[in-house]
């Protein structure tokens, strides 16, 4: 182009701008006026006062334990605020000199930047596009006023919305109302902590807090300068500039960043040419339900914590809520060391025991047949491929059948592989589960929750929502109402077979065996029999007080699922679950009051309001004097000849009073131990997922080998552990003395010689 015909086309462009330019100061105020007030709905809503003064932003709700500790979080977005005084200084030094360095001069917006931004246009026309287009206006309050509010957004639409570039000025007016509205209500701190506090930056970190703990596992006032600067560069796209997936990328704009930092005078010219040589460092890990401290007691929760939010108003996964628990951390650090390290060894031993063969075995030993095609069927992926394919069964069972690519448990970590639903149904079905809780007797208080050995692949809690049949555990029940009925635990009784009369049933009679199929026919105390575990006696005893009796004693005792009043309630046939038996033996330790298990005392909101506390439901369930009877009764575990608890350790037992009693179903498929101390209450069960599951030899199985070495490992570790306050010791003896002598050594009484006298009653009355 010639310079004759450049000189009047740029006049022209000079007057145009001339005109443009005092249009723009004429036009400006009334054109903000008008997007203030969405004048005929042309241009969209802005918020209001009250959402200003309380910016909507969806925050993670967080599960404390008692001692303080972060437990997990419920969640849509990953995210948890945090204050100005929380940051570190590093954090606030890279954000001012990447992305708005005069942000302490300006009042929402920054009008030296607005001028360099429309100088760079006016060049870039005049010069007909050879000059760059470098810088903007955008300030950092203009930034959180389009996080929080969604100025872009189809919420925030008006008539005029969809003009192209006329679009983009009204954004950008609104953003500069929104953000002057802003620095008049906030402080310059709180606005740049919010800015942090909703930024987005990738893999599921929403906020800073999250981004600082997904992407360095720190808190955001320990970030080193480099760390500090990985995360602010990620500001500008959190994709594009990913240390995980873009690590170049994200390590040319960390340098960027370190650079502004350096041109700012945040940094000396040393530390830049030193913190640009080194290396992207992650410790990247993204939070998830499926890890961290009490992964099962927080899945049981969630459900419940659900419900309660929806019926007060609040939703558990945005209001930010802050709910504390009964948990102990270290407690359940402990309790899921134990049933890592026992089920670990365990699972080894019951693969052993198989030789190759399938766990899943009748009564004499045989395979089921269509075991695993009867499984499948209750798997929601057989119940999606029924919703696709209907009847067409070649096509299901296609399926099912087609080997892919999948990531499977093991108890030395993951393994990648190929398998098919079937394939993989089969080889989980190998597992054998587990579940623990210890609780407080005297408070309710659940100290540590083991719903099973892996959340992640195995979802289904066996602490409450599974029930399985207790064996020998049930036991209790039958002595605690034979004391209750006046019978000392001195009584004695003949180790005989008792024989059930069934009318109308088949077989029309019942007498159930000893678990050795052996009757000693030697005399011994009902104390004795319950620490040998002595069906035989046992079932003697539900004879004197009822099978009615029993259920009710029970139930008040702490367990709440049905029980049938039948002779086999003696040896634990109804299903319970571990919840439940942990509550009611806690009964005997807490001087007979029973006290629900409990587990959450109190909610806040976002702000550290309590908008709920909760007590423990408690009832007195049985006499002061009855309750320590049973203590003694279970303390035979540990103390008479044979007891089920003698196997426990040297260390365990020295100078304590501990009480116990295993459980053992048939063909073990259940193997159960509750144990009882002055100031804890366990239990454990270890079984199959399916009662066909199960060792092949009995012995094996049984709840001593199973479940008591769990609760064996978390005591001593609890005991090793000064900081608890859980200490050994005697139970506690109740402040009247005992009407009943303790010394069965000096006790002669036989099965016909009931001391009518001492107790005023007769055999005859039960």
Not at 103 to 118: E, K, P, T
Not at 240 to 253: F, I, Q
Not at 273 to 292: A, C, F, M, P, R
Not at 733 to 759: G, H, I, M, Q, W
Request: aromatic share 12%; with cysteine.
């Amino acid at each position: 182009m010639s310079e004759k015909v450049k000189k009047p086309l740029r006049k022209k462009v000079i007057k145009g701008l001339w005109i443009l330019f005092i249009g723009f100061i004429v036009g400006l105020p009334l054109f903000m006026g008008a997007v203030s007030i969405n004048f005929l709905g042309l241009f969209g809503s802005l918020p209001d006062f009250r959402q200003l003064e309380n910016p909507e932003t969806s925050i993670a709700s967080e599960l404390f334990t008692a001692d303080g500790k972060s437990m997990g979080k419920y969640f849509r977005n990953n995210r948890t605020p945090v204050q100005f005084n929380e940051l570190s200084k590093n954090v606030v030094n890279a954000l001012i000199a990447t992305e708005d360095i005069r942000f302490y001069d300006h009042s929402g917006v920054d009008y030296i930047g607005l001028a360099r931004a429309g100088f760079g246009v006016v060049k870039y026309v005049l010069t007909f596009g050879t000059a760059s287009l470098d810088g903007g206006g955008s300030t950092v309050t203009q930034q959180l006023a389009k996080n929080l509010f969604r100025t872009r957004g189809a919420e925030s639409q008006g008539l005029l919305s969809n003009v192209p570039i006329l679009d983009m000025v009204i954004i950008k007016a609104k953003e500069w109302i929104v953000a002057a509205k802003l620095e008049r209500s906030y402080t310059k701190e709180e606005i740049i902590a919010m800015y942090l506090n909703t930024f987005e930056f990738g893999g599921n970190s929403f906020g800073i807090k999250t981004a600082a703990k997904t992407f360095f596992n720190k808190e955001p006032n320990e970030l080193a300068i480099q760390e500090a600067a990985v995360l602010i560069g990620l500001c500008k796209n959190p994709n594009y500039y990913s240390p995980v997936s873009n690590p170049e990328n994200s390590l040319r704009r960390r340098n960027t960043v370190l650079a502004q930092m350096h041109k700012y005078d945040f940094l000396t010219t040393a530390q830049f040419d030193s913190l640009k040589q080194t290396e992207l460092i992650l410790d990247y890990k993204v939070q998830n339900q499926n890890e961290g401290l009490a992964t099962y007691f927080r899945g049981v929760v969630a459900e419940e914590l659900r419900l309660w939010a929806i019926s007060n108003g609040y939703d558990i996964y945005e209001d930010g809520l802050r709910i504390y628990t009964t948990i102990d951390s270290r407690m359940q650090q402990y309790a899921e060391e134990a049933v890592a390290n026992n089920m670990k060894a365990l699972q080894e031993k019951f693969i052993a025991s198989l030789d190759g063969r399938e766990p899943w075995i009748d009564e004499r030993g045989r395979v089921l047949p269509g075991f695993l095609e009867n499984s499948i069927q209750r798997t929601e992926v057989y119940k999606n491929l029924k919703k696709h394919y209907g009847n067409d069964t070649d096509s299901i069972n296609y399926e099912l059948n087609r080997k892919k690519k999948m990531k499977v448990f093991s108890w030395n970590g993951e393994i990648d592989t190929l398998m098919s639903s079937m394939d993989s149904l089969r080889y989980y079905k190998h597992f054998l589960q587990t579940g623990f809780m210890a609780m407080d007797p005297h408070t309710g208080h659940i100290k540590a929750w083991v719903g099973g050995i892996n959340f992640k692949y195995f979802k289904f809690d066996h602490v409450r929502q599974s029930k399985r049949q207790p064996g020998s555990t049930f036991k209790a029940f039958v002595y605690a109402a034979s004391i209750e009925s006046g019978y000392s635990p001195c009584y004695q009784v003949i180790d005989q077979p008792e024989t059930f009369q069934l009318p109308g049933q088949d077989p029309p009679t019942w007498t159930p065996p000893n678990s050795n199929g052996v009757y000693s026919y030697e005399k011994m105390t009902i104390r004795k029999a319950m620490a040998n575990s002595v069906n035989s006696i046992t079932a003697h005893m539900m004879k004197k007080v009822g099978p009615r009796n029993v259920a009710e004693t029970a139930k008040r005792i702490g367990i709440t699922s049905e029980l049938e009043p039948v002779p086999a309630l003696s040896l634990g046939v109804n299903d319970v679950s571990l919840f439940e038996m942990v509550g009611a033996y806690g009964t005997f330790v807490n001087e007979g009051e029973h006290i629900v298990p409990f587990y959450i005392t109190r909610i806040e909101d976002k702000y550290g309001n309590p908008i709920e506390i909760r007590s423990p439901q408690k009832k007195q369930a049985m006499s002061e004097e009855d309750a320590y009877l049973m203590l003694y009764m279970l303390r035979g575990a540990t103390e008479e000849e044979g007891g089920t608890g003698m196997g426990l350790s040297k260390e365990l037992r020295e100078n304590n009073e501990i009480g116990g009693k295993t459980g053992t179903t048939q063909n073990a498929s259940d193997g159960w131990f509750m144990g009882v101390t002055k100031d804890l209450v366990a239990g454990a069960w270890v079984g199959g997922d399916d009662r066909a599951i199960h060792f092949r030899n009995w012995y094996d199985g049984q709840g001593a080998r199973t479940a008591r070495p769990i609760w064996s490992e978390f005591m001593t570790k609890v005991y090793q552990d000064s900081t608890l306050g859980v200490t050994k010791g005697e139970f506690k003896k109740p402040a009247r003395p005992l009407s009943v002598t303790l010394n069965c050594d000096e006790v002669t009484k036989t099965v016909d010689e009931f001391n009518e006298y001492e107790y005023g009653t007769s055999v005859d009355e039960f």
